[in-house]
């Protein structure tokens, strides 16, 4: 059984920064590819940045040089930390999971809830 839970999520200006956190639960879970994805209303689901078991990190375009991903496979904690945060950052964040390797596809099997995060202009 495969568990996500996000938090860190809130309102922020913009220039401001946040962080995300998920707390993930799973058997082997070094193993896993772990992502961050986000969907704003309207719009399609994004690819933010994702992390495979060997340490790879790879991010979405529109996130690059502002946001770093990273996971802690002792705290079974993965964390996102936004800067430079723009009105176009606006979404719901969500941690997501699968047993292939890391790409900038948002076809996860296993999501978390997801955080909302607001940026005011």
């Known amino acids: 059984q495969v568990q996500l839970v996000e938090s860190g999520g809130g309102l922020v200006q913009a220039g401001g920064s946040l962080r995300l956190s998920c707390a993930f639960s799973m058997r082997t879970s070094n193993i896993y590819t772990m992502g961050w994805l986000r969907q704003a209303p309207g719009k399609e689901r994004e690819f933010v940045a994702g992390?495979?078991?060997?340490?790879?990190?790879i991010y979405g375009d529109s996130v690059k040089g502002r946001f770093t991903a990273s996971r802690d496979n002792v705290k079974n904690t993965m964390y996102l930390q936004m800067s430079n945060l723009k009105p176009g950052d606006t979404a719901v964040y969500y941690c997501a999971a699968r047993l292939r390797g890391v790409d900038t596809t948002t076809e996860y099997p296993y999501w978390g809830q997801g955080t909302q995060v607001t940026v005011s202009s």
């Open positions: 992390i495979g078991w060997s340490g790879v990190i």
